[in-house]
T-cell receptor, first 113, second 113 residues
Framework: DTEVTQTPKHLVMGMTNKKSLKCEQHMGHRAMYWYKQKAKKPPELMFVYSYEKLSINESVPSRFSPECPNSSLLNLHLHALQPEDSALYLC????????????FGNGTRLTVT | AQSVTQLGSHVSVSEGALVLLRCNYSSSVPPYLFWYVQYPNQGLQLLLKYTTGATLVKGINGFEAEFKKSETSFHLTKPSAHMSDAAEYFCAVSVTGANNLFFGTGTRLTVIP
């Protein structure tokens, strides 16, 4: 079990659908992250929120839209995705300190058809 | 700029043999270093971290790593491999002000019975 909870675990969506991925943590972490991971590759950073403000956007296409409603929740809104967006989407959090490790959720396996 | 290099994308060891996974980092400032393990269809789990202090770091599941500044290395070892150690291992580095961890490309560990 992890302390970062992601829902859903699996998601299949068509290219015209709109869906959202959700992430929740109650460790008091003020930095939250979205990563995309393709098979046999390391996680790729997408977005970072620090104290509920977007601090890093790694040139992610606008069909991915992050949201941080409060210090415990992080969402990733998906719209008009492409098949190449199929991947494992990982949420992570940590204390807002550079020597603090990331704590990862188990991810959402997304398939775009 | 900071980065990590993991030598060997795939390492095979016999059950009971020494595990050695290599990680070298590049950083112009003192780094914070982490090892993570990822089992299939799961997120990344922290094995151990080096921030400051003792250069030999002990982690979970019998793993340890030694920070060697002169060699810019942070290799992961375990004296005796177990079948349950088969997984993907990632080395990561963070530095002050980065607000992110930079991951190596990963090493897949196979344990042969």
């Amino acid at each position: 079990d992890t302390e970062v909870t992601q829902t859903p675990k699996h998601l299949v969506m068509g290219m015209t659908n709109k869906k959202s991925l959700k992430c929740e943590q109650h460790m008091g972490h003020r930095a939250m992250y979205w990563y995309k991971q393709k098979a046999k590759k390391p996680p790729e950073l997408m977005f970072v929120y620090s104290y509920e403000k977007l601090s890093i956007n790694e040139s992610v296409p606008s069909r991915f839209s992050p949201e941080c409603p409060n210090s415990s929740l992080l969402n990733l809104h998906l719209h008009a995705l492409q098949p190449e967006d199929s991947a494992l989407y990982l949420c992570a959090s940590r204390l807002a300190q550079d020597n603090s490790p990331l704590h990862f959720g188990n991810g959402t396996r997304l398939t775009v058809t | 700029a900071q980065s990590v290099t993991q030598l060997g994308s795939h390492v095979s060891v016999s059950e009971g043999a020494l595990v050695l996974l290599r990680c070298n980092y590049s950083s112009s400032v003192p780094p914070y270093l982490f090892w993570y393990v990822q089992y299939p269809n799961q997120g990344l789990q922290l094995l151990l971290k080096y921030t400051t202090g003792a250069t030999l770091v002990k982690g979970i599941n019998g793993f340890e790593a030694e920070f060697k500044k002169s060699e810019t290395s942070f290799h992961l070892t375990k004296p005796s491999a177990h079948m349950s150690d088969a997984a993907e291992y990632f080395c990561a580095v963070s530095v002050t002000g980065a607000n992110n961890l930079f991951f190596g490309t990963g090493t897949r560990l196979t344990v042969i019975p």
